[in-house]
């Protein structure tokens, strides 16, 4: 039997994500060492936490760790300020120390949340990422992003904090809901443009497969995807410069999902959507090669995620456009040349944006 895969986080405190079915059950081999930790709060909703948390108490407890469960709302209101000071009141009462450990356990919101917690706690103890969700696994575990959202917007409020190590089971995606796993797989995708098109060679040969969640070519998507996303967070541990490439799709991705109320698209499903549209500006601007939309357009559609049927006023999604954070000095959009390369390209003009979101109607 071949062992799991590894990909180093070469940032200053380097780490490993571990990739493989069935990590779960192998935790003390698999985790790093914990220098003097004595205890683990174990962050996790409680869906999640009732499907992997036992086996996750019993690996940190064989590696000598006090293991406290720490359950939050389910849902991405639940990333909020108001979830996190509770977490820091059960911290509080542990009493959980410096050298102790918090353990994340579950998708995205946990992960940023628990991450956050871990970043503000003692003013900064350790984390342990366990994703559940493809998106998680793929994305949102790797590269030390945390926060919360406020009233006024998501993740406005954050820290930068990586993580002692990332341990992606791919066997949690079984139970993962059919709508959430097409949703990571949008993300996924997004790797393959700016970067590994060899994601997109694996998703389009089987993409019956891909949607069923067949574990050995998950595996591989969430290995090629961490391997370029580990690459870029390496290169820019801070956002500066070479990291917004990984907003491919994202940038028309916000806006429809703020206009069209959160909720209504899965994030994935959103930059779905938002790299149909950036392929097409690509096109048109002459910065993509011709032929771009269509095999987006193909990559997306067998995997069930949208390409089309965009209901939105072109004119209000330029104006929120106008107000993405990332926006400076006009509307800044990431485009892919040919798929495996990305770039950036900065205030097209408005008519042609607003061309290509009619063309997505
Ligand atoms: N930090 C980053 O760099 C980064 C990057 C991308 C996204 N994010 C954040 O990630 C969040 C979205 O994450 P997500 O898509 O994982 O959503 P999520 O965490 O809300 O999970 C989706 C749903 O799936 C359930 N679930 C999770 N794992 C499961 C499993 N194995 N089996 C059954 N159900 C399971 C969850 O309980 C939840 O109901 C957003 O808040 C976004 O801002 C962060
Ligand atoms: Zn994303």
């Known amino acids: 039997m071949t062992g799991p ?3 180093r986080v070469a940032v200053a405190a380097a780490y490993d994500v571990v990739i493989a079915p069935g990590l779960l059950d192998e935790l003390p081999a698999v985790l790093p060492p914990f220098t003097h930790a004595r205890r683990a709060a174990l962050v996790s909703a409680s869906g999640i936490s009732a499907l992997y948390a036992e086996r996750v108490t019993a ?8 293991v406290e469960p720490v359950l939050v709302p389910d849902g991405e209101e639940a990333k909020s ?3 996190v000071a509770g977490v820091y009141h059960r911290l509080a009462a542990m009493p959980l120390g410096r050298d102790d450990l918090i353990v994340a356990l579950g998708g995205g919101v946990v992960g940023d949340l628990a991450g956050f917690a871990a970043a503000t706690w003692n003013r900064g103890v350790a984390v342990v990422q366990l994703p559940t969700t493809l998106l998680a696994q793929v994305d949102a575990a790797i590269g030390g992003k945390t926060g919360v959202n406020l009233a006024e917007g998501k993740n406005l409020v954050g820290a930068f904090h990586q993580p002692l190590a990332v341990v992606a089971d791919i066997a949690t995606l079984a139970s993962l809901p059919a709508r959430e796993l097409r949703a990571g797989l ?3 995708v997004k790797y393959g443009f700016i970067a590994d098109p060899a994601v997109l060679d694996l998703l389009e040969r089987d993409p019956v497969a891909a949607v069923a969640g067949e574990p050995e070519l998950l595996t591989e998507v969430v290995r090629r995807g961490v391997a370029v996303k580990a690459r870029i967070v390496a290169a820019d541990e801070r956002e500066a410069g070479q990291r917004a490439l990984l907003n ?3 940038t028309f991705g916000h806006a429809f999902e703020v206009l ?3 909720g209504t698209y899965r994030h994935g499903e959103a930059v779905a959507l938002g790299m149909v549209a950036a392929a097409r500006l690509g096109e048109r601007l002459g910065v993509s090669e011709p032929g771009l939309a269509q095999r987006t357009v193909a990559v997306l559609a067998p995997l ?3 390409t089309g049927g965009l209901r939105l006023d072109p004119a209000a999604v330029w104006d929120v456009l106008g107000r993405d954070k990332k926006a400076r000095g006009g509307v800044r959009f ?4 040919t798929p495996g390369q990305g770039c950036v390209v900065d205030q097209p003009d408005r008519r042609l944006v607003e061309d290509v979101l009619r063309s997505l109607a």
Do not use: F
Not at 334 to 337: E, G, I, M, R
């Open 5 to 7: 895969v590894r990909i």
């Open 59 to 66: 690996g940190l407890r064989a590696r000598g760790l006090a």
């Open 81 to 83: 300020l108001a979830t």
């Open 186 to 188: 949008g993300e996924a």
């Open 248 to 250: 491919y799709g994202h």
């Open 260 to 262: 069209a109320g959160y």
């Open 304 to 306: 069930g995620l949208p």
């Open 334 to 337: 990431v485009l892919c040349p």
